[in-house]
């Protein structure tokens, strides 16, 4: 399985940003795709996942203010992302679970300027 994220970028605090990742390879089942980010000098950490059912995860820092959405039929997850704060600011990056591995997409930097 083989990730490709898109729509990263600089934004000011307060605005939006949307991400999005496209799964593809062939003989996988997906069963959960999300996102997870990594600011400067701290952990990876989950941001939101989704289900194949369409069951929802989200970190509590990022609770109504971002939301995931999924497309099953052609593989692709997004993250729509208001209110975005400096404390966003990190790299993003698109997780896939298929077929009881995990795979993850090459890093999209978000930057938020306060």
């Known amino acids: 399985v083989q990730l490709q994220a898109s729509g990263g970028g600089l934004v000011q605090a307060g605005g939006s940003l949307r991400l999005s990742c496209a799964a593809s390879?062939?003989?996988?089942?997906?069963?959960?795709m999300g996102w997870y980010r990594q600011a400067p000098g701290k952990q990876r950490e989950l941001v939101a996942v989704i289900r194949s059912g369409g069951t929802t995860k989200y970190a509590d820092s990022v609770k109504g203010r971002f939301t995931i959405s999924r497309d099953n039929a052609k593989n692709t997850v997004n993250l729509q992302m208001n209110s975005l704060k400096a404390e966003d600011t990190a790299v993003y990056y698109c997780?896939?679970?298929?077929?009881?591995?995990?795979?993850w997409g090459k890093g999209t930097l978000v930057t938020v300027s306060s």
């Open positions: 997780n896939a679970l298929a077929s009881g591995r995990n795979y």
């Open positions: 390879g062939s003989g996988f089942s997906i069963n959960g």
